[in-house]
């Protein structure tokens, strides 16, 4: 199931397919370790739209939501 | 003779970011490099441990500056080997060689800076990189060490953070990994200095290995392939200290974490502060120096023009540090004796709360309310920092991208947040009525907070930037890389703080002496009065205030005040405006022109607040 990152559960691991976003965006996030292909795991989201951390292997990355909205991720289910 | 570009002097200490080539007389080329002998730039990732390792490599001659035009700090130190003198410079953390913020633009042009041009030879020059590495997160730090071996300067890798792959369950092999590179690769623990020796030993060795220029996707399959090979992963156990972790980043948990920290900070703060003013400079001042200005002061005949202004006006026939306003007396005393401690003890948890890697977390935490009031997460360091002290507060502004968001967080500062002393002061004080009171208060400035960041967001074009940060595990903190930035820090307030400040006092001097004070007291007296229901006393407070706001609020105790009057005298001192070291430091921070826009909505705010207060209540 393919979902933005930013609806993803706690705790839930998916493999991200798409990034809806510009090519800047792109290579800000490839630089962070969040690139098509990778697997991503969803560890805490703050309140009222906040933003997402996201563990990509070693690292956590706390992201806003709007950039997580454009994140899509295929989730196993 | 060339002069340095950043402070247009010929004596300073600053790189000189001039290419040498441009040098036309030859000798004073030969002189230029003879100086400052060969660079090594120090680059990475963030939360690599770089300045662990910079501080390890240094002694205790450590500079630190702002690139030219930029708000980016740098710092630089030297490496000596036998008679051997290296200058190192350690460059802002970044994640790739296509800048997404000022720090890692700044990053980039100091790499461009020791490049080769190409007809010059690169291993005259000497210069080199050192790229250090984070082992447990191989895979991203790669790319920017791929980004830099294009760039054909002589690098060694250091693969920092090597103890922790063994806690994380990551085997390296170094030698696979240097074949694949091309260049030397140092398995370093820059926490314990393990292998900082042979890293220096390695620097002859540096190479810069012809590698074909690759587009992004190339590079990262290439990359991917390389750490397979290297790496091997196995499992490990959870730790305690991801657990804390885990905790310290869930919304609810994570701000009730957030709370236990800041008040432990301020705490500390506050005891380590006092402590200092007890014990060292309230004795320093009173015991040794008073005795040297009252017979300066004697010399000086007691009065007369010089005399004001130097030790200034004597209260009951003797020097009050506080209140004579000379420029040796209060000048002197306020940078010194009240604020430096206090500067001294945040700035070591600032620096212990960093190095630890406390604060992203407390900026995602913090992140939604911040985007509310046109801000983002980042944007609670000077505000915390500011209810401690509005300097350090005022200085932290700089960590925020752009004009927008600085100029939005210090006015919200210098307006809603008081300091620890004058809090101290407002409760003491206004406590004495009833607790009721006090929170009227710190309600009012808690509003204003909120109201005021709500309308600066609107009112002042631009968007907040959305957060995107790494948040690095947590790491004890390397003592001596925090003394070291704790020294850079104190002496570069001593550096900026304390001629600001005595213009300043001088300035307030001069106005007194030529009754211009007196003149706008009563030129506005009437007004104010009328306006915030308060008698023509408070006024005078108000002037004080500009000098130390919590001497200010004490001023207000034998006024008589009815209870109201003082809740809008407190909240009111506490608005109009920032006490002249923030002042001067804002002034360094946001520009002359938007410090000037920002006073105006300080003393604009103050009016309107304290009208209201005194229609409300």
Redesign the interface.
Known sequence: MALPLSQMKTGQKGVVIQIAGGR?LN???????I?IGHEVTK?????????V?VKV???????????AQKIIVEVNE | MKTCEQCKSDTCKHIKWVKTETEDAPDSGEKHRGKHKRRVLLMGNPNVGKSVVFSRLTGVNVIASNYPGTTVEYTQGFLKVGDDITEVIDVPGT??L?P?CQAEEVALKMLKEVEPSGKNDTSEAGDLIINVVDA??L??NL??TLDLLERNLPMVVALNMWDETKH?G?EIDVVKLEEYLGVPVIPTVALTGQGIKELVSKLPEASSPTIPVRN?DLK?TDIGRMTVDVQNITHRHHTIRDRV??WS???WS?LLFAAVIIFLSFELIRFIGEGLIGYLFEPLFEDIYLPILMKLSGLLGSSGFLHDILIGKLIDGKIDFVQSFGLLSTGLFVPLGMVLPYIFSFYLILGFLEDWGYL?RL???V??IMHRLGLH?YAILPMILGLGCNVPGAMATRVLESRRERFIAATLMSIAVPCMAQIAVIIGLVGQRGGIYVAQVFLTLFLLWIVLGLVLRRVIKGISP????????YHIPYWSALLKKLWIRLSGFLREAIPLVLIGVLLVNILYTLKIIDFLARLAGPFLTTLWGVPDSVISALLIGFLRKDVAVGMLEPLGLTTKQLVISCTVLTVYFPCIATFAVLIRELGVKDMFKSALLMILTAIIVGFLLNMIL
């Open positions: 800047g290579s800000r996030l490839a630089a962070l370790g690139r560890v805490s989201s703050m309140l009222m739209a906040g933003p951390v292997g070693n690292t956590e990355i706390a992201l806003g939501f709007g950039m | 994640y790739s296509e997404a447990t997160n895979e991203r790319h920017l994380r990551i992004h990262w972790e885990e980043m869930k919304p994570g992203p900026a995602v935490l992140d939604t997460g959305e957060l995107l940060v790494e948040i690095p595990p």
